[in-house]
């Protein structure tokens, strides 16, 4: 099988395309520790084009739209490697395909050259082979087996891809739905502290902050093996993962530095509280690590923020009957101000980064929102919220609607 010179760069070509498949399939999928150049270049460019296009759109419009990006991603990425491995190994069968020693192909005369290069090579991934074409050459037939190698390890590694990445999607957002329950879907620890410590649950509140710190920890570097995680964007940002992080950085500031030091002695100083703050900073400092998430610059009035929350965080403890630390307690009030403005940024970098409003991430949800407010026991219990004024009502469920015969 003689090769010439245009025949020899199209080998060359060939040889690259599907050495980049190869390494952009082991960085994605075995590589614990980096992240693939290739096909993450792509995701982020993708995501971009979709932040850009969708901003001026309205937010239910927009969110639908973002909310297609991780999906279209993940399936993008297996097409790109198996693209790349069809028409690289095309490029090396095509200088040979209609060479008699290396193919017996039937219909030469009415089939162009790369087209049936293009042809076997996707038969050869998939393993198909319907006959039409056939390798007879030594060198075509090592080819052929090794294109249908490649083929078979990488669709099972996409296997393997997807059922690693889909059940990370779901736990970042049961995580953010279970600590929007815990905390009265506000975004600091007031309710918290007020079901537990005011009933002087300390230990169980103790094993519930090691619990949401294993589970920080775990998702925060599920991104850095998984880097599509950055994408994922539900449509209601309580559901997403940078509310996650809003609500650890509001219960960490209030059991931290919003309860009086003396009075809750065995919470403030608890060595799981203290875990879970360092696990925050190390959780926002992996994701900062990463080529996805640049940290903000601190803001100019980010002190003033932070001591104004600091004012508003020890009234409303003071609401709920907790002793909340002294406005006069500069060791508080300046505790809190470096834990916010340290960790702030990188949740401001996370929201701008999903195509959230900064401001919604750490705004309350209320039970008409998460639709969990009922009617009968919970109206013998207390009033329920009414829905802001404008809003579509939510059906208030109860156990009296339920048909006869049919469960609740």
């Given at each position: 099988m003689a090769v010439d010179g245009l025949a020899w760069l199209a080998v060359a070509c060939g040889l690259v395309l599907i050495a980049f498949a190869m390494l952009d399939v082991f960085l994605t999928v075995l590589h614990v520790q980096v992240e693939s150049p290739i096909s993450n270049h792509l995701n982020r460019r993708c995501w971009r084009l979709l932040i850009r296009a969708s901003r001026r759109l309205p937010e239910r419009t927009?969110?639908?739209i973002l909310g297609w990006g991780a999906p279209l991603m993940i399936?993008?990425?297996?097409?790109?490697?198996?693209?790349?491995?069809?028409?690289?190994?095309a490029l090396l069968y095509l200088p040979f395909i209609h060479d008699p020693a290396g193919f017996a192909v039937s219909d030469v005369?009415?089939?162009?050259?790369?087209?049936?290069?293009?042809?076997?090579?996707?038969?050869?991934?998939?393993?198909?082979?319907y006959g039409e074409i056939v390798p007879l050459h030594p060198l075509a037939r090592l080819l052929a087996v090794l294109e249908g190698g490649l083929g078979l390890t990488t669709l099972s590694l996409s296997v393997t891809y997807l059922l690693s990445v889909y059940p990370l999607i779901?736990?970042?957002i049961g995580l953010s739905e279970s600590l929007n329950l815990e905390t009265g879907g506000r975004s600091d620890g007031v309710v918290l502290a007020e079901r537990y410590v005011r009933g002087g649950r300390y230990e169980a509140l103790a094993r519930r902050l090691s619990?949401?710190?294993?589970?920080?920890?775990?998702?925060?570097?599920?991104?850095?093996?998984?880097p599509v995680l950055y994408f994922v964007r539900p449509r209601e940002v309580h559901h997403s993962f940078v509310r996650v992080l809003a609500i650890v950085q509001g219960i960490v500031a209030t059991l931290r530095y919003g309860l009086d030091r003396e009075a809750h002695a065995d919470v403030v100083?608890?060595?799981?509280?203290?875990?879970?703050?360092?696990?925050?900073?190390?959780?926002?400092h992996t994701l900062a690590a990463s080529s996805h998430l640049a940290p903000q610059p601190a803001m100019p009035d980010d002190v003033d923020r932070a001591r104004r929350d600091h004012a508003a965080l020890i009234e409303a403890l003071g609401a709920r009957g907790l002793t909340a630390a002294s406005p006069?307690?500069?060791?508080?009030?300046?505790?809190?101000?470096?834990?916010?403005?340290?960790?702030?940024?990188?949740?401001?970098?996370?929201?701008?980064?999903?195509?959230?409003?900064?401001?919604?991430?750490?705004?309350?949800?209320?039970r008409w929102e998460r639709d969990t407010a009922l009617v009968g026991h919970a109206e013998a219990v207390e009033t329920p919220e009414e829905p802001p004024a404008g809003a579509e009502q939510p059906r208030r469920h109860s156990l009296l609607d339920a048909e006869p015969g049919r469960p609740a």
């Open positions: 927009r969110a639908e399936g993008g990425i297996v097409v790109f490697w198996s693209v790349l491995y069809i028409v690289g190994f005369q009415q089939q162009s050259a790369l087209g049936d290069a293009l042809y076997f090579s996707a038969l050869s991934f998939f393993t198909l082979g779901s736990r970042k619990g949401i710190n294993d589970e920080l920890l775990k998702l925060g570097q599920s991104h850095g093996l998984y100083n608890d060595p799981r509280l203290l875990i879970l703050e360092e696990g925050l900073l190390s959780t926002l006069d307690d500069r060791e508080a009030l300046e505790g809190h101000i470096r834990f916010r403005v340290a960790t702030e940024q990188y949740i401001r970098a996370y929201a701008m980064n999903s195509g959230y409003d900064v401001g919604s991430v750490h705004a309350p949800y209320s």
